[in-house]
């Protein structure tokens, strides 16, 4: 019962089911830290965030991300202007 989430790498072209798992574009990420322009895996997890595909949530030091995925193919991962 309710959506599995899984700690996973996201990159802009990166199929999501190489990290061995089926996710589809209304599940959910946890993602732990930024580096570059893909989202990583921490050893350590701080404060993850959760956020689905086209969503936008804050990921670190208030910076806002969207991420574009159809079904397990990560299209884009782009970052907002922090304007309120």
């Known amino acids: 019962m309710g959506t ?3 700690h996973i790498t996201l990159a802009k072209g990166e199929h ?4 061995g798992t089926g996710i589809s574009e209304h599940q959910c990420y946890f993602i732990t830290c930024l ?3 893909g989202f990583y895996r921490e050893s ?3 404060f993850p965030k959760l956020i689905r595909a086209g969503d936008r ?3 670190k030091h ?3 991300f ?3 995925a159809k ?3 990560i299209l884009e991962i782009k970052e907002q202007p922090s304007d309120s």
Do not use: K, N
Request: aromatic share 12%.
């Open 62 to 64: 208030s910076r806002y």
């Open 4 to 6: 599995a989430c899984t």
């Open 66 to 68: 969207t991420v574009y």
């Open 44 to 46: 350590f997890i701080s």
């Open 16 to 19: 999501v089911s190489a990290a």
């Open 35 to 37: 580096q570059g322009l």
């Open 57 to 59: 949530h804050i990921i």
């Open 71 to 73: 079904q397990d193919l």
